[in-house]
């Protein structure tokens, strides 16, 4: 009979990856400041065609910024513990569906439950159990 289960996937923080893990936020908080000046831009526009009532408006405005506001210093976070973090680091990464096969008198432990795949720069260096 075969199953499906979940596998975590992690990865090994090398000098790539952390390159591509902060690239990949700076991108992300560029985006959210493209995104805070557009909604500035927005509210400006529709206050002066006054046809929405400027508390509401501003309001709904602040409430949008301020969500990317609150997501950009997260990221300020992420950023900081990125730096803290040692080369070799294990990172969570994701976890994935696998099919596996399992019979009559196997043992669940080690067929179903407990695996990890670990990726270096994107390549699998070892599937092992917890």
Request: with cysteine; glycine share 2%.
């Amino acid at each position: 009979m075969k199953i499906l289960h979940k596998v975590s996937v992690k990865k090994i923080l090398t000098e790539t990856t952390k390159e591509t893990m902060v690239k990949q936020l700076f991108e992300e908080k560029f985006q959210l400041h493209k995104e805070c000046e557009q909604l500035l831009f927005e509210q400006k526009k529709l206050e002066r065609m006054k046809k929405y009532s400027s508390v509401q408006l501003q309001a709904q405005f602040d409430k949008q910024i301020a969500t990317r506001k609150e997501k950009i210093k997260i990221i300020d976070f992420q950023l900081e513990q990125i730096e803290l973090l040692p080369i070799g680091a294990e990172l969570d990464d994701q976890d994935v569906q696998v099919m596996t096969e399992i019979h009559i008198g196997d043992n669940w432990e080690k067929k179903v439950a407990n695996k990890v795949i670990i990726l270096e720069d994107g390549i699998v260096k070892e599937i092992r159990e917890r």
